[in-house]
């Protein structure tokens, strides 16, 4: 199994936005941060949802514990709905993705439980080429 943090930052809102990801497990760990845009903070959360979701269907992994501290995501993939159609965009890509697991959770952790993810979303602000 592998165990995925992730987390998105953004100065202002909206704003300049950063993603944080740690996948770890299996022997590995990986951390990733970047730029993702000028998103607000849920557009963002989603965003680095989608893009690990990704990054572990690349890497094969069968069982994945993804763990946010957006409250907003975790709820939405749990009901499989968003109430706002902005989001939607993000979640037609994640359910997808997640259905190619042989098995997927998804916890809500508080932030005090996401600090490495954190400060890598926070680095990805500063990694703008514009």
Request: proline share 4%.
């Amino acid at each position: 199994m592998i165990e995925v943090y992730i987390d998105a930052a953004t100065k202002g809102n909206p704003g300049p936005s950063g993603a944080g990801i740690v996948l770890k497990g299996e022997g590995i760990l990986l951390e990733y941060s970047f730029f993702i845009g000028n998103m607000n903070n849920h557009e963002a959360e989603f965003y680095v949802l989608v893009k690990a979701l990704e990054l572990c269907y690349e890497k094969q992994f069968s069982i994945v514990s993804l763990r946010t501290d957006s409250k907003i995501v975790a709820d939405s993939i749990e009901k499989q709905y968003v109430k706002n159609k902005d989001f939607k965009p993000y979640l037609d890509r994640a359910l997808p993705i997640i259905n190619q697991f042989q098995l997927f959770f998804i916890k809500w952790i508080p932030e005090s439980q996401n600090k490495h993810a954190d400060h890598l979303a926070r680095q990805g602000i500063h990694k703008d080429k514009s």
